[in-house]
Nanobody, 125 residues
Framework: QVQLVESGGGVVQAGGSLRLSCAAS????????MAWFRQAPGKEIESVAA????????YFADSVKGRFTISRDNDKKMVVLQMNSARPEDAAMYYC??????????????????WGQGSQVTVSS
């Protein structure tokens, strides 16, 4: 059973930075595309960023372009979301996800097979 273990959530001041990490626990599993989504209270889940296996293709939601970066370490089966210039509207539960079938850096939740448990991000003003 593939598990995605997230870490790094917490409270960040508006304008500050926060780093979220997510690693796949199953040794025999090769994560292809990896992504981050988020869901704020009362809102639908939305895509944040995605990255292909080699990191050559990335996707960013318009709301985070120029502020967030996504990277991965395939040896560690890990994906990292670096959040910079945090805004109050970035506050949400953040979920990492990975696909075992597609390498497209997709912003669609349907492209992903496995999901993390969620990591809360709070932005203080």
């Amino acid at each position: 059973q593939v598990q995605l273990v997230e870490s790094g959530g917490g409270v960040v001041q508006a304008g500050g930075s926060l780093r979220l990490s997510c690693a796949a626990s199953e040794r025999s599993f090769t994560p292809l595309a990896m992504a981050w989504f988020r869901q704020a209270p009362g809102k639908e889940i939305e895509s944040v960023a995605a990255i292909s296996w080699m990191g050559s293709n990335t996707y960013f939601a318009d709301s985070v372009k120029g502020r967030f970066t996504i990277s991965r370490d395939n040896d560690k089966k890990m994906v990292v979301l670096q959040m910079n210039s945090a805004r109050p509207e970035d506050a949400a539960m953040y979920y990492c996800a990975t696909s075992q079938t597609t390498n497209n850096a997709s912003g669609s939740s349907q492209a992903y097979d496995y999901w993390g448990q969620g990591s809360q991000v709070t932005v203080s003003s």
